[in-house]
Every structure is written in structure tokens, then in C-alpha cells.
């Protein structure tokens, strides 16, 4: 208990229960506490009923009254008002906090409340670029890629650095191609506009009409507020106008491994971001389970280079005959599989990435 007490109190201000679902922000925050030893983290989880994978997560867990974790606005302003207090009890505040509609005004007067506590930002992402010009950086920032520290920058953030996201790899080892019949095509997202997961039903119908046959699953969370039911229903609607009687939607997906264990390509192919980071978190684990990816060619994905198939934005029939490509070349196939899995390995383990942080650490702490 004495060298706990003699560690650094780092609070993860999150914008709700480090357990509230999956999503770039609360693995990025898992993974820092479970990763980095020296210093004693406090951290978001649900009460009254915690989710499991935060059973063994090192630190100090502390309750915030959720049902789902989903960060509605009781979630929000249970985080901002508890981490008030924590704050003046901790050495570093590290918030990982996406920039959406609220963060603007959250960023003019989080600082009164600081009490000199140092704090270092991470943007899992941006909801809206224009929302940039009314903020105000909390302290040191992270970004996820060089294309978001250049806007950040250019907003007024004087101190960016770039760590990219990180996947655990034992977590997402490589697996074998799967041998179903037909095949699976899995789309994930939000349901957000421009998000695209109607560009991906018509990619697929294009392929379907060249010939592939496979099973369409559509993996789409939904934002608080949401008409969630209605959107599924329309989707559904719009596979089966298309000609692809075997689609399923899902809502959010408990068992991710197995999903991605059992698709045989991953579409994603937004026109827009839309607060997703940077390189979805989903992706890197696609490419780690050795799935190829067909990724729209936007610019927050270059680090990606050549392990991914580039898709031009709303290039319905250009994205559906890649598709449709993958399925005629089994050889290209596990060229894409086994270039994820090592860029992966390369640039989004862990041991780069926890010693990018510690060394953040160590620059900011007392």
C-alpha cells in the first residue's frame, strides 16, 4: 500500500464509463491502464452493474450511475462534476475526450476548475472540423494521425504531438480464412450521415450483380438521440431493393472477435469521419485478424498505405467491383491478410505505444 501511495494519481476523464461499449476513446483508456505500471490511474465505470472487462483493469474505479455506460448527458455531467473533485487529488489529469458539439464550451471552463493540476488531451476524433475554431486546448494534445494534429494546429493548439492507436495484439491474434458458405461481407460504423453504410449496400449490390456471392452484416452503433429502429429498418429496405435478400443489421456487438473470426472482408467506405477516429479502432483489429479491409480513400487513412484496398468516397460501382475482386482473387486476398497483420504489428502494438505515454508522463508529472 506505501508505494501505492507513492505512485503519481493520474485521473482518466473520460466522457463517461470507461465500460459504457466499445469505441475508440474507452479502449484507448483500457489500454493506458492496464499498460503503464508506475503511476495509479482513477478511472469511469458503470454502477450500479460493472461490465466484466473492466473486473481486473488496475486502479481505482470510480462509479458513475449508468445502465448501458452510453455517454448520454447524465453520464457527461456526472464525469465533469466528479472529475472536478478528482482532479485537485491527482498529479496529471489525461482526458481522452472526442471534440464534439460540447467540448467547446467544455474547454473554456474546465480550466477554472484545474486548481494547477497539469492535463494532457488525447482526440480519439473530431465530430465536426468547424467546431475546431471554438476551442481551447486543455494542455498538451495527442492526435491519432498527422492529418488531425495539422488541424488542431492550425486552430490555436500550440503543443500536438501524434501517437497513433493501438491494438493488443494477443488480444487480436491472426486467424485462417473462414470456410463458410456463402462467404461474409461485415460493414461496421455508426449510424451517422455520411457514415457509409448505404454506400456499402450499394457497393455490395454491384458485386452481387458481377457474380460474388456472400452474407452482408451491417455492425452499426447508434449516437444517443437516434431514431436507432428506424435506420435499421430502412437499411433493411434498402438490401433487399438491391437484390441482397442475405443481409443481417446488427446493433452493438458483444462478441467482436468472433464477428471479425468470421468475416471474410471488412467494408468500411465513409464520405466522412464524423467523430470516428482516426484509423477505426475496428479496422486495426480486422487487419490484425488477418481480414483485408476495402477503406475509402480518405486522407486521416494514409498511414495505412498499401495494406488496405482504397475505395473512392461514393464510388458505389468502383467500390463494388474491388469487392467483387477479392472473391476472384484468392491469392491478392492473402497478400492483403498477411500485409495487415504485419503493418499492424509494426505500428499499432503496444510497446510503442505505452512508451510514447510514458514518456508524456514523465515530461508532465511533478
Sequence with gaps: MAADRCRPRVLLLTSGPVDGGLGG????????????????????RKWPRPDARVRDLPGAPVPL???????????????AAVGTVLTRRSDLV???????????????????????TPVLHTVPGVMDPA?????????????LSEVTAQALRTAGFEDVRVIPPVVPLDAWPRRPRPSTDPPTVLVTGHHDEGGGAEEAVASAAVASRAGARFRLVLALRDRPGQDTRARERALRAGAAR????????????????????????LLYVPRVLGGKADIPLTVLQALATGRPVILSELPQFEPLHDTVVRATPGDCLGTGRLLSQLWQRPGWWQQLAERGRAAVEEHYGEARFLSQYTRLYQELLP
Design 242 to 265: 438491391a437484390g441482397l435478400p442475405e443481409t443481417e443489421v446488427l446493433g452493438h456487438v458483444d462478441d467482436m472477435h468472433g464477428l471479425l473470426a468470421a468475416a471474410d472482408v
Design 25 to 44: 476513446d474507452t479502449d484507448l483508456a483500457m489500454a493506458l491502464a492496464r499498460g503503464i505500471p508506475d503511476v495509479r490511474y482513477h478511472w469511469f
Design 94 to 116: 489525461h482526458a481522452v475526450l472526442t471534440i464534439g458539439s460540447g467540448f467547446p464550451r467544455f474547454s473554456r471552463v474546465w480550466p477554472r476548475l484545474l486548481g494547477g
Design 65 to 79: 450511475v449508468s445502465l448501458d455506460g452510453v455517454p448520454r448527458l447524465p453520464e457527461r455531467m456526472q464525469a
Design 131 to 143: 467546431l475546431l475554431a471554438q476551442c481551447r486546448p486543455l494542455g498538451p494534445t495527442v492526435a
